[in-house]
């Protein structure tokens, strides 16, 4: 049973430059999420993506933005980016219809902007 | 008011020793609490799921008060391998997880 897969694991950029994750959700999940975690901080909720379309957004700009393939993977694509930006970025998966609402993280890409 | 509010830690402990965290959420349409460990440099994962009647998994125990929006995880008889930074989690039905800071363990021998 494949788990949540994320790519790259690590990533150099320079300020201004624009990025993008990819993100493959576990098998049989429709639903992606994707979290920003700063150093010594706590996951912090970018956007959620099913049916394609971006179905809930966290406190985040414009210049993060992300779509949702029909095989349900997921990109994560931030603009402009800024040195504030460096963090791991992770991917949760989950299943819709599944009332217990469990998100399954993959290993994350850690983004170093310079 | 942040969210989700943790003890800061961190906790340093050695094995074999009791410890508990604590945590507070401001939001009380708040229906699904977790307890996620992540170890360093790695994802979180589930720890347990909370449930307002409490509930234990060997050596963890998880408690829910509604009331007073608090909620505590119980580690008893440390193990190394326990050293970790521990998240506490809320969610609104199917929507975002909300996590707090995390408060770090560590067990020493």
């Known amino acids: 049973d494949a788990g949540v897969t994320q790519s790259p694991t690590h990533l150099i950029k320079t300020r201004g430059q624009q990025v993008t994750l990819r993100c493959s959700p576990k098998s049989g999940h429709d639903t992606v999420s994707w979290y920003q975690q700063a150093l010594g901080q706590g996951p912090q909720f970018i956007f959620q993506y099913y049916e394609e379309e971006e179905r809930q957004r966290g406190n985040f700009p414009d210049r993060f933005s992300g779509h949702q393939f029909p095989n349900y993977s997921s990109e994560l694509n931030v603009n402009a980016l800024l040195l504030g930006d460096s963090a791991l970025y992770l991917c949760?998966?989950?299943?819709?219809?599944?009332?217990?609402?469990?998100?399954?993280f993959g290993p994350g890409t850690r983004l170093t902007v310079t | 008011r942040k969210e989700v509010e943790q003890d800061p830690g961190p906790f340093n402990v050695p094995e074999g020793a009791t410890v508990a965290f604590n945590c507070t959420y401001s939001n009380s349409a708040s229906q699904s609490f977790f307890w996620y460990r992540q170890d360093c440099r790695k994802e979180p994962k589930l720890l347990m799921s909370v449930y307002s009647s409490g509930n234990e998994d060997g050596r963890f125990t998880a408690q829910l008060n509604r009331a007073s929006q608090y909620i505590s995880l119980l580690i008893r008889d440390s193990k190394l391998s326990d050293s970790a930074t521990y998240l506490c989690v809320v969610q609104k039905a199917g929507t975002a997880l909300i996590f707090g800071k995390g408060t770090t363990l560590s067990v020493s021998s």
């Open positions: 949760a998966s989950s299943l819709v219809r599944d009332t217990s609402y469990e998100q399954y």
